[in-house]
Each structure stands twice: as structure tokens, then as C-alpha cells.
């Protein structure tokens, strides 16, 4: 059996893409409302689910690159990552409905069933979530065609992240308000990320297939890659290492606006009927955007697209930071435009993991798709640490309480990590990539090189 898949058809792309529904469908539901339900619904203190996220986040992000290398080494009748996406999603299903449940405890106990429930899903997702990345790298080897399925599965997580940043307010109020109303809702998102990660693997079904090593393979023992071949991977990889910063600024970034924002539309702007309506206005418009990617790469290039794109999106940030909050309109229009170019900084790190990995391939001689893409996963997670850290820490410290009329400083600060961290964190991708060094030109001269030695591999068979 060859090791080199033909590329991918439009409809296992699309089968694949679904992927991105399930993963953003739980993912965006707990960055966007898991403080907030934490605070508002559980009773926990900003301060505590600070400390929660930042212990549960970094045990959790310690166990991930295991996770990535432990998908390489799979060699089963389904496959090497397509097991874990059919067995593990109803497991996180199951896990994200009761880190959403708040049952009567002591306060001390419930700091203990937060992390013990947090713990099991960040476990779980990244059992699930690392192999199905894993996948873009194996569904094809074209340049050009791994920026379309890229792009798809991110088109297809952000209707995911709509449905769970528009729809989970209306929902909640619709099952019952309160915990009965979180639980319906959390139950109906598990249920759909199921769905979506078993039609991901059946579009997955035709490449992800058990692996044929050469005799002469000195990367691999009994059929798997070494630890060693496999640290060379992350280590005498320059490309991914300036990628992980890109992914760690984004990340501390993103979690800090993203868990701050509710509160800033509830509390500074006093409007908290247009959180929803922005998520999906700022969705439904930035759609033809992921139509523009694949086209802007394939001219311009990923690196400089992603680095442009970053500096582009600091002006609304500035903007809005700058203006009153008597503005609500401006406020709206611009939160709109930064929504319209968050495709392109969202999509295009993810187009340049599968690059990566083969970088990885091209020094090492393996595919370390799960370990690459492991890395990934396992810098977001601390990045998201940081940012939940920041966000409750600093919530806590200036003085903010659930359910009442803010301070001033209260106020300043919470528009300070809507929008100012965001910033800082798209100056630090744009710097990173200047030096960057994985152009299309050098993409390409990879992957013949790599296809030139499996040839040879497969002969010697």
C-alpha cells in the first residue's frame, strides 16, 4: 500500500470540515461562557476561577504533546487518528455536560468538582482534538489544497462558534433558565459534536490508513517512531517553534477578550442584548472572508497574509479602546470589522501546522502530523491559561462583583483585557513572522524531496 494518498475529494473535505463544527461547537462554549457560568450560576469567585484555569490548563497542556506522540504511534484497523475522534467524542460529550452542571456544594468543594470536571474535559478534548487536526496533514500533500481544507474546517468551526456564542443566551432562557436551562443546552451541543466527529472521520476514512514501514527505517522501532525522532520533530523544527509564539500571543489574547467580553457588553456598555447579535452579525459577515484565503495564500504566501492580516487588526482594537462607551454604535460597527478579519489570523496558523510537519518530515524521515499539531494544542492550552489567569486574577483584584453596578475601575480594566491584551498580542505575531521561513517556493521543494526518499522506501519493501 503506498504511503503517498492521492489528494483529497471535495466531499471528504466536506465530511472532514464538520470536524470544525464539533470542536469550535464545545470549545467556544466553554472560552466564551464557562467563567461567566462560573461566577454568575455556580457562585465561584473570579479569583478562584482564575486559579482553576490556570492549574486545570497546565496540567492539561503538560499531557498533550504525550497525546500527539501517543496518535503517531496508533496503527489500527481504523486507522492512525481516526479511532480516537469515533471513540473519544462521546466521552467528551459526556464530560462537557457535567462541567457544566453546578450541583449544591460547600464553596471549598466546589473549587474541587470545578478543577476534577475540568480536568476531564481538557483531557478528553485534546484526545479528540489533537488527532483531528492530525488529519489535515494526511488528507493530502498539495500545498495549495491543504489551505482549502484548512480553511473549510475553520469555515465549518465558525459556524460552530456562532451556534455556540449566538445561540447559547436564547437557548438557556428557552430549556428553563438557570442550571436546568445550561444543562438542555450543554446536552443538545454534546450531542451535535458526536455527530460531527464521526462524519469528520468518515471523510477521513480513505487516507488515514495503517502504516506500511520500510525494514531500513531507522526512525522507527516495530512499526513506530522513536521518542527521539519524535523530540526532533518540536526541537530542529525553526518554523514550528516561531509558530508556537504566534499560537501562545494569540491564544493569551484571544481567551483574555473572549472571557471578558460578556462582561463588557453586560456591564461597561450596558447592552448585553448585543453580545449575541455581534457574534452573529460579526459571523455571518466575515463568511466571504474564508472564500478570499485559499486565493490571498496562494498569491501573496501564508506568512505574509497572517502577518498583515495581524497588523490590520490592531487599528479597530486601538480604536474602540480610545472612544467612549456612550458610543455604542461605533463600539458595534467596529467589534463587526474585527470580526470581518478574525478569519485570516483564525485560519491561517492552522494552514501553516501541515507545513510543519512536514519540515519535521523532511528533517526526521517521519510523519509527526499528531506530535506537530500536539505542540500546537499544548501552547493554546497554556496560552489559555495565561489569559483565564489574567482575566479572573485581575477581575478579582480590582474589584468586580457578579450581578452588580461596577466601579469605574472595574470598568477600565475590563475594557483594558477586551482590548488592549489583544493588541500586544497581534504586535508579537507580526514580529514573529518577519522571521518565518517556510515560503510556498520551499514548501514545495519539501514535499518532493520527502516523495522522492518514500519512493525509495516503498522500493526497498
Not at 487518528?81 to 471513540?87: D, K
Request: hydrophobic share 50%; net charge positive.
Amino acid at each position: 500500500m503506498s504511503s503517498i494518498n492521492a489528494n483529497a475529494k471535495k466531499s471528504e473535505i466536506t465530511l472532514y470540515s464538520f470536524g470544525g463544527f464539533g470542536s469550535n461547537l464545545l470549545y467556544v462554549l466553554t472560552t466564551s461562557f464557562l467563567m461567566y457560568f462560573y461566577t454568575d450560576v455556580f457562585k465561584i469567585s473570579p479569583i478562584a476561577v482564575g486559579s482553576v484555569f490556570l492549574i486545570v490548563r497546565l496540567i492539561d497542556a503538560i499531557l498533550d504533546p504525550m497525546i500527539g506522540m501517543l496518535a503517531d504511534r496508533t496503527n489500527s484497523k481504523w486507522g492512525t487518528y481516526r479511532p480516537w475522534l469515533i471513540f473519544g467524542s462521546p466521552l467528551l460529550a459526556m464530560v462537557t455536560l457535567l462541567l457544566f452542571t453546578a450541583p449544591h456544594l460547600s464553596p471549598s468543594a466546589k473549587i474541587y468538582y470545578a478543577i476534577a470536571t475540568y480536568v476531564g474535559y481538557s483531557f478528553v478534548s485534546s484526545i479528540v482534538n489533537i488527532p483531528y487536526h492530525s488529519l489535515t496533514a494526511i488528507l493530502s500533500q498539495d500545498s495549495s489544497q491543504r489551505t482549502v481544507i484548512a480553511t473549510a474546517k475553520q469555515f465549518m468551526g465558525t459556524f460552530g462558534a456562532l451556534v455556540a456564542s449566538a445561540a447559547v443566551l436564547p437557548l438557556i432562557a428557552l430549556f428553563g433558565s438557570g442550571q436546568k436551562g445550561w444543562f438542555f443546552t450543554t446536552l443538545l451541543f454534546s450531542i451535535l459534536s458526536i455527530a460531527s466527529f464521526w462524519l469528520c472521520a468518515h471523510g477521513a476514512k480513505r487516507h488515514d490508513i495503517k502504516k506500511v514501514n520500510s525494514k531500513n527505517d531507522s526512525s522507527s522501532i516495530d512499526g513506530h517512531p522513536t521518542l527521539k525522532a519524535q523530540i526532533n520533530i518540536i526541537t530542529k523544527n525553526k518554523p514550528l517553534l516561531l509558530l508556537l509564539i504566534a499560537f501562545l500571543a494569540n491564544m493569551v489574547a484571544f481567551v483574555t477578550s473572549i472571557s471578558t467580553s460578556i462582561y463588557y457588553w453586560q456591564y461597561n456598555i450596558g447592552r448585553l442584548d448585543l453580545f449575541s447579535k455581534l457574534n452573529l452579525w460579526g459571523t455571518l459577515i466575515s463568511i466571504p472572508v474564508f472564500m478570499l484565503i485559499p486565493p490571498l495564500v496562494k498569491k501573496f504566501g501564508k506568512k505574509h497574509v497572517y502577518m498583515y492580516a495581524s497588523l490590520f487588526s490592531i487599528i479597530p482594537f486601538v480604536v474602540i479602546l480610545l472612544i467612549p462607551y456612550k458610543n455604542v454604535m461605533p463600539i458595534f460597527v467596529l467589534s463587526i470589522i474585527i470580526s470581518l478579519i478574525g478569519p485570516l489570523t483564525s485560519v491561517l496558523p492552522w494552514t501553516m501546522l501541515p507545513d510543519c510537519v512536514d519540515y519535521g518530515k523532511w528533517k526526521t524521515g517521519i510523519n509527526g502530523s499528531g506530535t506537530v499539531h500536539s505542540m500546537a494544542i499544548f501552547t493554546n492550552k497554556v496560552g489559555g491559561a495565561i489569559g483565564g489567569l489574567i482575566s479572573g486574577a485581575v477581575l478579582g483584584a480590582v474589584g468586580y462583583v457578579a450581578g452588580q453596578h461596577q466601579t469605574p475601575e472595574v470598568l477600565k480594566t475590563i475594557g483594558y483585557m477586551n482590548f488592549l491584551v489583544p493588541i500586544l498580542g497581534y504586535i508579537v505575531i507580526v514580529i514573529v513572522m518577519k522571521f518565518y521561513p517556510i515560503t510556498n517556493e520551499f514548501s514545495a521543494k519539501m514535499v518532493e524531496e520527502i516523495n522522492n526518499r518514500e519512493k525509495k522506501n516503498e522500493a526497498a519493501v
